[in-house]
């Protein structure tokens, strides 16, 4: 079995899009998901508690799991984080540095899914 972690938003537009991406583009089983509305803009902050409230959901899935990759993502139309897109992968950046703050032994990825549902890779670390 393969596992990814997915930190996403609770939008119910976003998940299946992003799982099929997921297991279509890393050839992975599973898709862990970890939700929160808006949580790119969350996850973003400088000193991001939101990061702590989750770490052991992203621990079990890395260190249980076996997952490899760690996702963030941010959409359009986000009732959670209601910012522009560019205000959204500037977040998107900014939370996978955070996230690799943690030395979680996993790639952290992040990706954008526009109005039309495209995904696409925003950063890779």
């Known amino acids: 079995m393969s596992f ?16 099929y991406w997921i297991k279509e583009n890393y050839g992975v089983e599973y898709v862990d998901m970890i939700t929160e509305a808006g949580i ?3 996850l973003s902050a400088e000193s991001s508690k939101y990061i702590n409230s989750v ?3 992203i621990d ?41 703050k943690f030395a979680f032994p996993a790639a952290v990825i992040g990706l954008w899914l526009s109005a039309e549902g495209a995904i696409e890779k925003i950063i890779s670390r």
Do not use: W
Not at 4 to 19: E, K
């Open 4 to 19: 990814a972690t997915c930190l996403n938003c609770i939008d119910g537009r976003t998940q299946l899009p992003v799982i």
């Open 40 to 42: 790119d803009g969350k």
């Open 55 to 57: 770490y052991d959901a």
């Open 60 to 100: 079990i899935s890395v260190s249980k799991h076996k997952s490899e990759f760690i996702f963030i993502v941010g959409h359009h139309d986000c009732m959670g984080n209601p910012v522009d897109e560019d205000t959204h992968k500037k977040q998107i950046v900014l939370s996978v540095n955070n996230l690799r």
